[in-house]
C-alpha cells in the first residue's frame, strides 16, 4: 500500500467514522458493538481498496458495508438465541435503511422523531451511568475519532488511564442495556453539561491539534460547530448551550488567520484581523446575546463566550479590553477553577497590569501535578519574561515548552521563540 493511499484512507476514516458508528449503533443498539463493527468495515476497505484502489465515494462504500455487517450481527443474534427474536422481527424495516447512496442513508436517519444518530451517539455516550471523565473519554473516541494520546492530552492524565476508562465506559453501557436514544424533558438537562464539555473539547482539538504535523485540524473544529448549532436549535433556552454555540463561532471565525502561507502558527496578537470571518463572528455576537438575555448567573461557557467577544470587537490588538478580559478571568476562576484557567487569566493580567503581575499568578502553577507536561505553560511564562527583558530566563522556558509540545507547528513555534530569545540575549555587540 503505498503511503498516499495510506494518507487518504485514515483521512476518510478521520472524516466518517463517528457517522459510520452512529448509524450502526442505531441499528445494534450497542455502541462498543457498533465501534467493533465500524472497525471490521475499515478493514475490509483496506483489504479491498489496496487492491483495487479507492472508489468514488469512499464514505458511502464504507457506510454500506458496516451496514451490511451490521445485518449480519442482527442475523446471527436472532439465530443464536431465541430471545432476541425482536432484533430478528424487524429486520426487513432495518433492511430499507441499507441503500448504496450515502446521502440516502443520512436522509432517512434524519427524518425519524431524533434525527441526528450523532447526537443519539453523543447522549448515548454521556449517560450517567458512566462516571464523567468517562463519558467524555468515550465520546471523544467515537464522535472525534481522536486516539487515545490526544485523549489524554486534552485530560492532562496518563494515556493508559484513558484506554481503561473507554474499554470500562463500552463493557458498562453493554451490560446497562443503554438505550441508543436522545434523552428528553429532565434526563436531557442532566446529560446536558458533560455533552458540551464533549463538543467544546473536540473543538479544541481541531482548533489546536495536540499532536500532528498541522497546527488545526478544521475538519474537527467543523463537525462540534456543527454538532453546537443542532444542540442549540433543540435547546433554545439553555443559556449555556447558546454560550457555548457563540464561543465555538468567535473562536472559529479567526482559524484563516491563525497559520501563514506555510502552515506556520501565527498568534493572536499578530494575526491580520481582515482574515476574521466577520459572519461567523456576527452569528457569535449574535449567539452571545441571545444567552445573556436569558438571564441568572453566567456560567463558563457564557463567560468564556463574552472573553472572546473581547477580541472579536477589537478592530485591532492594541484596541482590546484587556481589563474587562481579566474581570471576567476572574469571574470565570470564580466559576470554575483549574489550573488552565488561571494560565490564561495569567496571561490577561500580564496585558492588562503588566507581566510582573501575570508571572505572579503563574508561579503556583510550575508545581502543580496536571502541568508538569503542559507545554503552554513555560510557553506564556516564556513570553511575559520577555517582555520584562529577561532573555536568557525566557529562552530556556521557551526550549522546555518545546520539548513538551505533541504538535509539529506548536513545536516549531517555540523552538523559533527560544532562538529569538537567546539572540536577544547575547545583545547586539556579542552578535556582531
Not at 433543540?234 to 454560550?243: M, S
Given at each position: 500500500?503505498?503511503?498516499?493511499?495510506?494518507?487518504?484512507?485514515?483521512?476518510?476514516?478521520?472524516?466518517?467514522?463517528?457517522?459510520?458508528?452512529?448509524?450502526?449503533?442505531?441499528?445494534?443498539?450497542?455502541?462498543?458493538?457498533?465501534?467493533?463493527?465500524?472497525?471490521?468495515?475499515?478493514?475490509?476497505?483496506?483489504?479491498?481498496?489496496t487492491r483495487e484502489g479507492l472508489p468514488d465515494r469512499p464514505g458511502a462504500w464504507l457506510m454500506t458495508t458496516a451496514k451490511h455487517r451490521a445485518l449480519d450481527h442482527l442475523r446471527h443474534l436472532r439465530?443464536?438465541?431465541?430471545?432476541?427474536?425482536?432484533?430478528?422481527?424487524?429486520?426487513?424495516?432495518?433492511?430499507?435503511?441499507?441503500?448504496?447512496?450515502?446521502?440516502?442513508?443520512?436522509?432517512?436517519?434524519?427524518?425519524?422523531?431524533?434525527?441526528?444518530?450523532?447526537?443519539?451517539?453523543?447522549?448515548?455516550?454521556?449517560?450517567?451511568?458512566?462516571?464523567?471523565?468517562?463519558?467524555?473519554?468515550?465520546?471523544?473516541?467515537?464522535?472525534?475519532?481522536?486516539?487515545?494520546?490526544?485523549?489524554?492530552?486534552?485530560?492532562?492524565?496518563?494515556?493508559?488511564?484513558?484506554?481503561?476508562?473507554?474499554?470500562?465506559?463500552?463493557?458498562?453501557?453493554?451490560?446497562?442495556?443503554?438505550?441508543?436514544?436522545?434523552?428528553?424533558?429532565?434526563a436531557l438537562g442532566e446529560r446536558l453539561a458533560s455533552v458540551l464539555e464533549v463538543i467544546y473539547l473536540v473543538f479544541n482539538e481541531g482548533y489546536t491539534a495536540t499532536?500532528?504535523?498541522?497546527?488545526?485540524?478544521?475538519?474537527?473544529?467543523?463537525?462540534?460547530?456543527?454538532?453546537?448549532?443542532?444542540?442549540?436549535?433543540?435547546?433554545?433556552?439553555?443559556?449555556?448551550?447558546?454560550?457555548?454555540?457563540?464561543?465555538?463561532?468567535?473562536?472559529?471565525?479567526?482559524?484563516?488567520a491563525r497559520t501563514d502561507a506555510q502552515g506556520r502558527p501565527v498568534l493572536l496578537a499578530d494575526q491580520d484581523r481582515g482574515r476574521w470571518d466577520r459572519l461567523l463572528i456576527r452569528r457569535g455576537l449574535a449567539a452571545l446575546e441571545r444567552a445573556e438575555a436569558l438571564g441568572g448567573a453566567r456560567g463558563p461557557y457564557v463567560l468564556q463566550a463574552a472573553i472572546a467577544a473581547c477580541h472579536a470587537r477589537a478592530v485591532a490588538a492594541p484596541e482590546?479590553?484587556?481589563?474587562?478580559?481579566?474581570?471576567?478571568?476572574?469571574?470565570?476562576?470564580?466559576?470554575?477553577?483549574?489550573?488552565?484557567?488561571?494560565?490564561?487569566?495569567?496571561?490577561?493580567?500580564?496585558?492588562?497590569?503588566?507581566?510582573?503581575?501575570?508571572?505572579?499568578?503563574?508561579?503556583?502553577l510550575r508545581t502543580h501535578k496536571a502541568m508538569r507536561q503542559y507545554p503552554w505553560l513555560p510557553g506564556v511564562r516564556g513570553d511575559l519574561l520577555a517582555r520584562l527583558g529577561r532573555h536568557a530566563e525566557a529562552a530556556a522556558e521557551f526550549a522546555q515548552a518545546a520539548a513538551l509540545a505533541g504538535n509539529a507547528r506548536e513545536r516549531e513555534l517555540m523552538q523559533a521563540r527560544a532562538t529569538e530569545a537567546v539572540r536577544a540575549a547575547e545583545g547586539p555587540a556579542q552578535r556582531n
Amino acid at each position: 500500500m503505498t503511503t498516499a493511499t495510506q494518507e487518504a484512507i485514515a483521512a476518510v476514516w478521520r472524516i466518517e467514522s463517528a457517522r459510520i458508528v452512529g448509524a450502526v449503533a442505531r441499528m445494534v443498539r450497542d455502541v462498543g458493538t457498533a465501534e467493533d463493527i465500524a472497525q471490521d468495515a475499515l478493514l475490509a476497505a483496506l483489504d479491498h481498496w489496496t487492491r483495487e484502489g479507492l472508489p468514488d465515494r469512499p464514505g458511502a462504500w464504507l457506510m454500506t458495508t458496516a451496514k451490511h455487517r451490521a445485518l449480519d450481527h442482527l442475523r446471527h443474534l436472532r439465530m443464536r438465541d431465541e430471545k432476541h427474536a425482536e432484533l430478528g422481527a424487524d429486520l426487513e424495516a432495518r433492511e430499507a435503511l441499507v441503500v448504496p447512496d450515502f446521502v440516502d442513508a443520512l436522509d432517512a436517519a434524519r427524518q425519524d422523531e431524533i434525527g441526528d444518530d450523532l447526537l443519539r451517539l453523543m447522549f448515548t455516550a454521556c449517560h450517567p451511568v458512566l462516571p464523567t471523565d468517562a463519558r467524555v473519554a468515550l465520546t471523544l473516541r467515537l464522535l472525534g475519532g481522536l486516539s487515545t494520546q490526544e485523549i489524554a492530552r486534552a485530560f492532562l492524565v496518563p494515556e493508559p488511564t484513558i484506554a481503561q476508562r473507554i474499554v470500562r465506559a463500552k463493557r458498562t453501557l453493554g451490560e446497562a442495556r443503554v438505550p441508543f436514544e436522545l434523552p428528553r424533558g429532565e434526563a436531557l438537562g442532566e446529560r446536558l453539561a458533560s455533552v458540551l464539555e464533549v463538543i467544546y473539547l473536540v473543538f479544541n482539538e481541531g482548533y489546536t491539534a495536540t499532536a500532528g504535523d498541522d497546527w488545526m485540524r478544521p475538519a474537527l473544529a467543523q463537525e462540534a460547530l456543527r454538532l453546537g448549532r443542532v444542540l442549540a436549535g433543540l435547546a433554545r433556552t439553555e443559556p449555556e448551550v447558546l454560550g457555548l454555540l457563540a464561543l465555538m463561532e468567535l473562536q472559529a471565525s479567526r482559524m484563516g488567520a491563525r497559520t501563514d502561507a506555510q502552515g506556520r502558527p501565527v498568534l493572536l496578537a499578530d494575526q491580520d484581523r481582515g482574515r476574521w470571518d466577520r459572519l461567523l463572528i456576527r452569528r457569535g455576537l449574535a449567539a452571545l446575546e441571545r444567552a445573556e438575555a436569558l438571564g441568572g448567573a453566567r456560567g463558563p461557557y457564557v463567560l468564556q463566550a463574552a472573553i472572546a467577544a473581547c477580541h472579536a470587537r477589537a478592530v485591532a490588538a492594541p484596541e482590546t479590553d484587556w481589563l474587562r478580559i481579566a474581570d471576567l478571568y476572574a469571574e470565570l476562576a470564580a466559576v470554575m477553577p483549574s489550573p488552565v484557567v488561571e494560565l490564561n487569566r495569567a496571561v490577561a493580567v500580564g496585558m492588562a497590569h503588566g507581566p510582573a503581575a501575570g508571572l505572579q499568578i503563574l508561579e503556583p502553577l510550575r508545581t502543580h501535578k496536571a502541568m508538569r507536561q503542559y507545554p503552554w505553560l513555560p510557553g506564556v511564562r516564556g513570553d511575559l519574561l520577555a517582555r520584562l527583558g529577561r532573555h536568557a530566563e525566557a529562552a530556556a522556558e521557551f526550549a522546555q515548552a518545546a520539548a513538551l509540545a505533541g504538535n509539529a507547528r506548536e513545536r516549531e513555534l517555540m523552538q523559533a521563540r527560544a532562538t529569538e530569545a537567546v539572540r536577544a540575549a547575547e545583545g547586539p555587540a556579542q552578535r556582531n
